[in-house]
């Protein structure tokens, strides 16, 4: 995909872009670590055919919280310092789970989940550190993936349980 992505020309464009890393807590060289972080991004910059990402989010954000965290942030830090991206973040599932990390390290944007259903973005504690770090917060899932615009009957009988919510909706 990012290779055809490239051939349309995406240089007026602000790319995002999500690296996915593996369980890093078996692997301890922090050579290795480095490697598939800067290979991704070096792979993606050059299918897509620009010099800089806007931002670089971390698929799943919790990895700032394993074993590993320091070299892997230090990796984000390191391709903004060089100008392969502008910002650096996480995207996230759960806002309070995740404080900690947010608490520690210095984003500069979180994706997150936000929808009729889920809005624990909004708890006080959550957006009181986002406004004092100045984080941008860039939102997910509005449309619950899709569930929120499906007919009634095509629903997943789970749901049931907010068809008051739905018909509101």
Known sequence: MEKKLGKIGLKK???ISKIKLPNFDKIQKKNIVQKII????DKSLKNLKIKQF???????????GTANSKIIYECLLSLKISKKTEKIGISIYDPIKTMPIIKKYNLDIIQAPFNLFDQRILSKEFVKIVKKKKIEIHIR?????????????????????????FNKF
């Open 13 to 15: 464009f602000k790319i």
């Open 38 to 41: 800067y290979d991704q991004v």
């Open 141 to 165: 899932s509005i449309f619950l993936q899709g569930l929120l615009t499906l007919e009634k009957n095509s629903r997943p009988k789970y749901f049931l349980k907010w068809k008051k919510l």
């Open 54 to 64: 806007y931002c670089i989010l971390l698929h799943a954000g919790e990895v700032l």
